[in-house]
């Protein structure tokens, strides 16, 4: 199966403090939920955020999707994100000022797609969340499980190839947050990469295909569990083991 997220050598540092991602190199296959764990500061989100193009790497590369991201321009890496890449995080990012139907619809307006099919689209995709009903509610009416699964459509209304999840439950209740691990699952299981930044492997471990662990911005392992992608064993830089 090929690799759809390449990550080589990669260098991060955030001025005196020290390297966030010390020369971190792994490959994510496509059809994998991969999740990434480690104490706080390990570099978990800086991680996310390189692969996703939030941010630019000092040294190395990231490939998503056969495009090296690293040689990008902003405006490219924004461009590519709408049409590649789908975000979640832990705080939704929902627009206030917008219901939920046009937060939904909004990556599908800036990659170009006319009104009328963006609304179809939109509405399509939050009935497949289980929010069929409440387009034209407010995200401030909204619990926040149910703020979340409208921050998942928005995320996949483009049919992303890669979805990045950071830390997607750390704001909800245990019962929210098996839901929308059910949501992300139920993704993984059609065909879509997943990568989730947690710190909650009881809770999300159950969905995963494997786990990397980071420490101090290093990957100190990787643990290949049962699963989707055949229960494979892989090392940090992505080779099969027996």
Do not use: W
Not at 207 to 214: D, E, G, T
């Amino acid at each position: 199966m090929a690799s759809l997220v390449e990550v080589k050598d990669v260098v991060k540092g955030f001025g005196a403090a020290g390297p966030a991602l010390d020369h971190v190199s792994f490959e994510v296959q496509g059809g994998e939920f991969l999740c990434v764990t480690g104490p706080s500061g390990s570099g978990k989100s800086t991680l996310l955020n390189l692969v996703a193009g939030l941010d630019r790497v000092d040294s190395g590369t990231v490939r998503v999707d056969g495009v090296d991201v690293t040689e990008m321009n902003e405006s490219q890496r924004a461009r590519f994100r709408l049409s590649r890449i789908g975000l979640v995080f832990q705080f939704f990012n929902l627009l206030e000022s917008m219901s939920v139907i046009e937060n939904v619809m909004a990556p599908a307006r800036l990659a170009g797609i006319d009104r009328r099919t963006a609304r179809k689209l939109a509405t399509e995709t939050l009935a497949s969340v289980g929010l069929a009903g409440k387009e034209r509610q407010y995200p401030s009416s909204l619990s926040g499980g149910e703020r979340q699964r409208v921050a998942v459509a928005r995320a996949v209304i483009n049919r992303p190839a890669l979805l990045l999840a950071d830390e997607p439950t750390g704001a909800l209740d245990s019962d929210n947050g098996r839901r929308v691990m059910e949501l992300l699952d139920e993704r993984n299981r059609a065909g879509q990469t997943v990568v989730m930044v947690t710190h909650d492997l009881q809770l999300a471990g159950p969905h995963a295909s494997r786990v990397l662990h980071l420490r101090d911005g290093k990957i100190t392992s990787t643990e290949s569990l049962d699963g989707k992608v055949g229960g494979r064993s892989l090392t940090a830089t992505g080779s099969e083991t027996p």
